[in-house]
C-alpha cells in the first residue's frame, strides 16, 4: 500500500511543480505587459519604471491567479518566488558592478561615507529608542524577547534596497552625475552594512537556538567556509578572463557556450552565501566591480546581460513586490505599522543626511532628498523577516506590515528622483559654470568625456589624445568612445535584410581570429581593447550605426548628456592622404561636424588627425609605448625630454580660453611639453590683470584700476600655476594683422605634434582681418588646411553655450527600448 501512495504524492508533486511553473511564466508576461501600459502615462512625468511594474504586481496579485492555478496546499507557499527573486539580485549585482564606473565611485567615497554612516547610525539609534513602544503592536501572545525584536527593527530601518535604488537612478540617467553616485554608492554600502550586521546577528546564540540543522558556530564556520570560496573565485578570476580574451582575440564577442559557461559561474558563485543561510549580494557585486572591463568577454556579459535584466527579470522582480501584498488581510493591524515604519524609516534617513549635510557640501533640500532615497527598502531581505516570523520576534500582521511598508517607500521616491533628474538635467544643460577653464585640474575635478569616431584609423590619434588629458587613470571617470559604423555597407555585405546591428550578427567559431579583422566595427573593438589594457583607462565603447548627420546628432546629443560629458571630441571631416593632403570623402560629416558645434551641450573639439608626418612625435600610440625607449634613470619631471610637444594659440575670447585650458590639462601629464603662443598687437601687454588709467579730475594724473578682463586673469593664473612651476613655457608674438598672424603659424610647422587653438567669434578683429572663418574658425581652418607633411594635428575647441531647456533630449525611455 506504501507504493501507490508514494506514486500519488509523486504526481501530485508534479502537478504542482507544473502548475508553479505555469503561474509564474503567465503572471510574468501579464506584469511586463500592463507595467509597460502603466509606464506610458507616468514616464511623463519621468517616473521610474519600477514604480509601473509595482503597481502592476499589485493588480496582478489581486487577480488571485495562485488560488485559481495552484489546487493543492504548498509548504511556504508564499516564498513561490523566492529562487527567482534571488537569481535576478545576484545577476542584477553582478551588471551594476560590471557597469559601475569604479574612478568616479572612488572619487566620491568621502561623501558618500559621512552618507552611510550619517543615515545608518540615526536610524539604528531612532528604531532602539521606538522599539519598546511598538513591542506590543508587533508581538504574538505570549511575547517574545524584546531585544530581538530591537535588532530586527534597527536593521529593517537602516537598510537600503540596493537593487532598487541603482536600478532608478540608472535609468534615470543619474549615475553619470555627482549626486546620483552619491545616491548609489551610499545605497549599496549600506545595504551591505545591514547584510553584515544580519549574518552576525544570525550566528549569535540567542538568535539561532531554534533554527533547525545548524548551531551558531556551525552557522559561522558556514560563512566564513562561503567566503573563502568567493575570495579563491576572485583570485582566479583575472587570469581566467584574460585566457579568454586572448582565445577570442580579434573578435567582438565570445561563443555562446562560453557566454553561458560564465552565466552559470556567476550564478553558482553569487549563490554560495544563501545556500547557507546569508545573502549573497555583496560576492555578486564584488564579482562584477572585479571583473576585467577590457576585451571581448566584458563587452560580450554586458550586452547579453542588459536586455534581459531591464526587459524581463527586472519588471517581474518589481512585480513580485506588488504580488507579496494580500488585500484580503488587509487591516489597521497592518496598515498603522506600515505607515509608521514608513514615517520612522523618512525620519531616521533625512534626519542622518540633513545633519551631514555640512560635511557633505549640500544643501538642506537636497540632503532631504537624499535622505527618502535611502529609505527605499524594495524587497527587504526575506531571510531577516522569514527569521522574525518563525522565531515569533513579530506577529504575521506585521510580516504584512513590512511588505507595505516596503512598496510604500519606493513609490514615494518615485516623485523625488523625478525632482533630482529635472535638477540635474537643468543645471547640465542650462549651466554655463561646467566648462574646461573653471575645471581646477589640482584639486582633481574629473573630466568626463565623450569622443566620436568613424572607424579604426581615426580611433588611435582620438584615443591618444583621451590619454593625454587623463594624467591620473586612476582617478579619471570611465571615457565614452561613441563609434559610427557603416550600417548599409555592413548589412549588404553580411546579406542581411533587417537592420540588425553588427554584434547581434552571428559569428562563427571559424572566423574568430585574423579572418574577422577586415570588419570595422571589429578593428575598433581592438583599438580600445589594446588602448584600456596599456594605459589603464576604463573605456567604453558605444556602437551605432552611421544614419546621416540628422540622426547622427540626436544620437550624439542623447549620449553627451547620457554621461554628463564635460567636452565632446569628433573628428574633423578631412582625412590626411599619405602625400599630406587633406582630402573630404565624406561631406556628411561637415554638416554633423556643424551642427554639434551648433547644438553641443558641452565644450566642443573637432581633431584634425595627420598621421604622415615625417618628423617630431607620433600621436597615433599610447604614450607609455612612445616613450617606452626611453633609458630607465631617465627622469619624468625632464620637461626638455619630453616625447610630446603642444602648443596652444591664444588670442582672446572664451574659446582662446577653453584652449588653454585643455592645453593646460595636457600639461599635467608628465610626457607632454607645453608651449603657449600668444599674439598681441604691435604694443606692451601687462599680464597681472592690473592696468593704469588717467583720471580726469585727479590732478595727479594716473590712478591704479583693477580691470577684470577674463583673458588677462587668464594668462596671470596661467603664469602663476604653469610657468612659473616650469609646467609649460610662454611665447608672445606681436603681429599686426591677419598675414601676420598667417606667417607665425606657418613658423609652428615641425615643432609641435599638436595645436589646440580656439573657434573664436570673440577675438581681436584687428589681428583677424583678411582671414575667412569656416566652421573650424579662422585659426584653425589655416593650421588644418595646411598641407604640409611637418605640421601636427589640430585641435579647436568652443566654449560650451548654455541652451534652453526645451532644446534637451526627450525623457527617457521605457525599461527594456
Not at 39 to 64: C, D, E, F, T, Y
Amino acid at each position: 500500500m506504501a507504493r501507490p501512495m508514494d506514486c500519488d504524492l509523486d504526481r501530485e508533486l508534479q502537478n504542482v511543480s507544473l502548475d508553479t511553473l505555469f503561474l509564474i511564466i503567465l503572471q510574468a508576461v501579464v506584469v511586463v505587459a500592463l507595467g509597460k501600459f502603466i509606464h506610458l502615462s507616468l514616464r511623463r512625468h519621468n517616473q521610474p519604471s519600477a514604480i509601473s511594474q509595482i503597481l502592476a504586481g499589485i493588480m496582478v496579485g489581486s487577480l488571485g491567479l495562485h488560488e485559481v492555478i495552484v489546487h493543492v496546499d504548498v509548504v511556504n507557499v508564499e516564498d513561490t518566488y523566492g529562487w527567482y527573486v534571488s537569481q535576478a539580485r545576484i545577476f542584477y549585482m553582478f551588471y551594476v558592478g560590471l557597469d559601475a564606473d569604479v574612478a568616479s565611485l572612488w572619487n566620491d567615497k568621502h561623501r558618500c561615507t559621512i552618507a552611510t554612516y550619517a543615515s545608518v547610525a540615526t536610524c539604528l539609534l531612532l528604531a532602539a529608542f521606538v522599539s519598546g513602544g511598538m513591542y506590543g503592536s508587533m508581538m504574538h501572545t505570549p511575547v517574545r524577547s524584546p531585544e530581538l525584536l530591537a535588532a530586527v527593527l534597527m536593521l529593517t530601518l537602516a537598510n537600503t534596497s540596493s537593487v532598487d535604488v541603482s536600478r532608478m537612478a540608472a535609468e534615470l540617467g543619474l549615475t553619470a552625475t555627482a549626486t546620483g553616485r552619491l545616491v548609489v554608492g551610499a545605497a549599496i554600502a549600506t545595504n551591505v552594512i545591514c547584510i553584515v550586521g544580519e549574518g552576525v546577528f544570525s550566528c549569535m546564540k540567542l538568535a539561532s537556538g531554534r533554527i533547525p540543522g545548524y548551531s551558531a558556530s556551525q552557522r559561522l564556520g558556514l560563512g566564513v567556509l562561503a567566503l573563502f570560496k568567493v575570495g579563491i573565485v576572485l583570485a582566479l578570476l583575472r587570469p581566467a578572463v584574460e585566457y579568454m580574451n586572448r582565445r577570442n582575440a580579434g573578435r567582438h564577442r565570445i561563443g555562446n557556450w562560453e557566454l553561458a559557461l560564465i552565466l552559470i559561474a556567476v550564478s553558482y558563485i553569487g549563490d554560495f552565501p544563501r545556500r547557507v543561510g546569508f545573502d549573497g549580494m555583496p560576492a555578486s557585486l564584488l564579482l562584477g566591480l572585479a571583473f576585467p572591463r577590457e576585451g571581448p568577454v566584458a563587452r560580450t556579459l554586458t550586452h547579453a546581460l542588459a536586455y534581459p535584466l531591464h526587459a524581463l527579470a527586472l519588471p517581474f522582480y518589481f512585480g513580485t513586490m506588488g504580488m507579496r501584498l494580500k488585500f484580503s488581510a488587509m487591516s489597521g493591524a497592518v496598515v498603522v505599522p506600515a505607515t509608521l515604519l514608513t514615517i520612522l524609516g523618512l525620519i531616521g534617513k533625512c534626519a542622518g543626511t540633513m545633519g551631514a549635510a555640512r560635511f557633505l557640501h549640500m544643501p538642506l533640500g537636497d540632503a532631504a532628498r537624499l535622505g527618502v532615497l535611502l529609505n527605499i527598502k524594495g524587497h527587504v531581505n526575506m531571510i531577516d523577516m522569514s527569521f522574525a516570523s518563525s522565531e515569533g520576534i513579530w506577529a504575521e500582521q506585521a510580516l504584512m506590515a513590512m511588505v507595505m511598508g516596503s512598496m510604500i517607500s519606493t513609490v514615494i521616491a518615485g516623485p523625488v528622483f523625478a525632482v533630482v533628474y529635472r535638477r540635474e538635467r537643468e543645471a547640465y544643460l542650462c549651466n554655463g559654470h561646467r566648462t574646461l577653464e573653471r575645471l581646477v585640474p589640482d584639486q582633481e575635478e574629473e573630466l568626463r568625456m565623450l569622443a566620436c569616431v568613424h572607424g579604426a584609423r581615426a580611433a588611435p590619434a582620438m584615443l591618444s589624445l583621451v590619454e593625454l588629458l587623463a594624467s591620473k587613470p586612476a582617478v579619471q571617470p570611465a571615457v565614452h568612445v561613441l563609434h559610427f559604423y557603416d550600417a548599409a555597407r555592413k548589412h549588404a555585405r553580411a546579406g542581411t535584410g533587417g537592420a540588425k546591428r553588427y554584434h547581434e550578427q552571428v559569428q562563427l567559431d571559424s572566423d574568430k581570429h585574423w579572418d574577422r579583422m577586415d570588419d570595422a566595427a571589429t578593428q575598433v573593438n581592438w583599438t580600445v581593447d589594446l588602448f584600456a589594457s596599456i594605459t589603464g583607462l576604463v573605456i567604453r565603447q558605444i556602437d551605432t550605426g552611421d544614419r546621416g548627420p540628422v540622426t547622427n546628432l540626436k544620437t550624439i546629443r542623447r549620449c553627451t548628456e547620457e554621461v554628463h560629458a564635460d567636452v565632446l571630441l569628433v573628428p574633423y571631416h578631412k582625412e590626411q592622404h599619405y602625400d599630406g593632403r587633406m582630402l573630404c570623402r565624406w561631406e556628411d560629416r561637415r554638416e554633423l561636424n556643424l551642427n554639434v558645434l551648433e547644438r553641443a551641450p558641452c565644450t566642443t573639439g573637432i581633431l584634425a588627425d595627420r598621421p604622415f608626418r615625417r618628423g617630431g612625435t607620433s600621436f597615433q600610440l599610447p604614450t607609455k609605448i612612445s616613450t617606452s625607449e626611453e633609458t630607465p634613470g631617465s627622469s619624468r619631471d625632464d620637461r626638455a625630454a619630453a616625447p610630446t610637444h603642444v602648443a596652444a594659440v591664444f588670442l582672446g575670447g572664451p574659446d582662446d580660453r577653453e584652449a588653454v585650458a585643455l592645453a593646460c590639462r595636457l600639461a599635467k601629464n608628465d610626457t607632454v611639453h607645453l608651449t603657449v603662443v600668444r599674439f598681441v598687437g604691435p604694443g606692451k601687454h601687462d599680464h597681472t590683470g592690473v592696468q593704469t588709467a588717467r583720471g580726469d579730475d585727479d590732478a595727479d594724473g594716473e590712478v591704479s584700476v583693477v580691470v577684470d578682463d577674463p583673458d588677462e586673469c587668464c594668462m596671470a593664473a596661467l603664469h602663476r600655476e604653469y610657468v612659473a612651476k616650469e609646467l609649460a613655457s610662454y611665447v608672445e608674438k606681436a603681429v599686426g594683422g591677419g598675414a601676420d598672424v598667417v606667417e607665425a603659424l606657418r613658423r609652428m610647422a615641425g615643432a609641435y605634434a599638436l595645436v589646440v587653438v580656439g573657434r573664436g567669434g570673440r577675438q581681436p578683429a584687428e589681428l583677424l582681418a583678411g582671414l575667412e572663418c569656416g566652421e573650424m574658425g579662422p585659426i584653425g581652418d589655416i593650421l588644418a588646411s595646411d598641407e604640409s607633411l611637418e605640421m601636427g594635428s589640430v585641435i579647436v575647441l568652443q566654449q560650451k553655450k548654455a541652451v534652453s531647456t526645451a532644446f534637451g533630449l526627450d525623457p527617457p525611455p521605457p525599461a527594456g527600448v
